[in-house]
């Protein structure tokens, strides 16, 4: 029987970071690493969790390929905190991206897996007080959203419809440093009835308003959304 502890550090330069997956294995015996993952064919790739340049919503271009975990779409009222790494022991590339351009209009996309059909994400905003020219500190960052996501992750054995949602965000992120970020914000979204083989689930929709909290901790040693 072995222990195991996994290491999911964050190594950055400059904007540049690279996220790892490092598993160790203890024996409960008599506590010996156990080297076995490491041998026999295993590519040392496969620590690599993802790549990604910029910080989402403080830089104008931000770009994460392979590993999603903690990814949100706009303010988190349709997707929040989603990974697309549901078994560390599979490689799955995703794509999550924020392009902004200087006059404040942007476009958050997201694509769960790039090989296969998957959660696909769209989120155009505008920054309207940056749109006007208008420079006031911290409110100029309200940005204004509407959002579009489809899960067609079932849809090539042609039993299930894909599910489908469309919202409608407003907030302001408030960045504390590099390592935290609060957003208040509002939000409206609508799903459609979801076909799911002998399921049948009635869509509908609704609202909320709230503030979040994003900590990142140091070299990626942790990562806390509330």
């Known amino acids: 029987a072995y222990a195991t502890i996994t290491l999911l550090p964050e190594i950055r330069i400059g904007k ?18 156990r080297g076995t993952p490491y041998e026999g064919g295993y590519s040392p ?3 690599v969790r993802y790549l990604s340049y910029g910080t989402k919503k403080q830089d104008p271009f931000y770009v994460r390929l392979g590993d999603l975990t903690g990814t949100s779409l706009g303010f988190g009222f349709i997707v929040y905190n989603y990974t697309n790494a549901t078994n560390f022991e ?17 476009l958050e996309a997201m694509y769960s897996n790039v090989e296969e ?83 049948r689930l009635e869509g509908g929709m609704g609202a909320g308003i709230g503030t979040s909290l994003a900590l990142r901790g140091p070299a990626g040693l942790f990562f806390l959304n509330a």
Request: glycine residues 12%; charged residues 20%.
């Open 16 to 33: 540049v970071g690279v996220g790892l997956y490092v598993p160790l294995m203890f024996s409960m015996k008599d506590g010996s690493f």
């Open 45 to 47: 790739l496969r620590v």
């Open 90 to 106: 599979t490689t799955t590339i995703g794509v999550d991206l924020d392009v902004r351009t200087a006059r404040g209009i942007g």
């Open 117 to 199: 059909p998957a959660v696909i994400g769209l989120r155009p905003y505008v920054r309207p007080l940056e749109l006007l020219g208008m420079n006031v500190p911290i409110v100029d960052r309200l940005e204004v959203g509407a959002l579009y996501v489809t899960d067609r992750s079932d849809v090539a054995t042609g039993v299930a419809d894909p599910i489908t949602a469309i919202g409608l965000d407003a907030g302001i992120p408030v960045p504390l440093g590099r390592l935290a970020t609060v957003t208040p914000y509002v939000a409206w979204a609508s799903i459609a009835d979801v076909d799911r083989g002998p399921f």
